[in-house]
């Protein structure tokens, strides 16, 4: 019973590079968000995806990319990291509208020095 | 726009004490809410949630919210906090009809001294 996994839990990375978080869940959820947490600004949605090949722009989504070619997966990317992007990265799911609440992965802490 | 506003940013507490985190939201129609904790180092639970019925909601490990619809606000309370509460607590909120994104406050840290 897996739930939301994340790959990576940690990365570093120079300022430039590129990188791609994983978000996979085994529940069948339709829907599935990006989250970045920050001290003292709580989570803010980058992305998120209503359905299998479908994405949308959340609050804060300057700088990423997302994908979802398959139901079950959810991936975002960093083309060229910049340190403002050093944060912790929760991926969530969700069956539908909001009412269930949201299954939360356990994090990806990236620092980009 | 739909906001979550959670005044108390850290609390310390004795264990034992009563606690009281304070959540309001700006949106005024039907709405869903929630409380989440983040454990240190772990990722966000669910606590509990409302959606419609008795304004009082139990959850987990003894919490409790109260809905108050005329204040807009949804208060997580325990009577009697543990050392094992020392987390961090989000309230979020959104609306009732069709795909609405979950809107998260910025948490309250809270810390209970053995």
């Known amino acids: 019973n897996a739930g939301v996994t994340q790959t990576p839990k940690f990365r570093v990375l120079k300022t430039g590079q590129s990188m791609t978080l994983l978000c996979a869940q085994d529940?069948?959820?339709?829907?599935m968000y990006w989250y970045r947490q920050d001290p003292g600004m709580g989570l803010r949605l980058i992305h998120y995806?209503?359905?299998?090949?479908?994405?949308a722009k959340g609050e804060v989504p300057d700088g990423y990319n997302v994908s979802r070619l398959k139901k079950q997966n959810f991936l975002l990317g960093l083309e060229s990291a910049a340190p403002s992007q050093t944060s912790v990265y929760f991926c969530a799911s969700s069956y539908g509208a909001d009412r269930y609440g949201y299954t939360f992965g356990s994090g990806t802490r990236l620092t980009v020095v | 726009a739909q906001s979550v506003s959670q005044h108390n940013h850290h609390v310390i507490l004795s264990e034992a004490a009563s606690l009281e985190l304070g959540c309001n939201y700006s949106y005024g129609g039907t709405v869903n809410l929630f409380w989440y904790v983040q454990y240190p180092g772990q990722h966000l639970q669910l606590l509990l949630k409302?959606?419609?019925?008795?304004?009082l909601v139990k959850g987990i490990k003894g919490f409790e919210a109260e809905f108050i619809k005329s204040k807009f606000s949804f208060n997580l309370r325990k009577p009697s906090v543990q050392w094992s509460d020392t987390a961090e607590y989000f309230c979020a909120v959104t609306r009732n009809t069709g795909f609405q994104k979950l809107v998260f406050g910025t948490g309250t840290r809270l810390l209970v001294s053995p």
């Open positions: 995806s209503v359905g299998e090949g479908t994405t």
């Open positions: 409302y959606f419609s019925g008795d304004p």
């Open positions: 529940m069948n959820h339709e829907y």
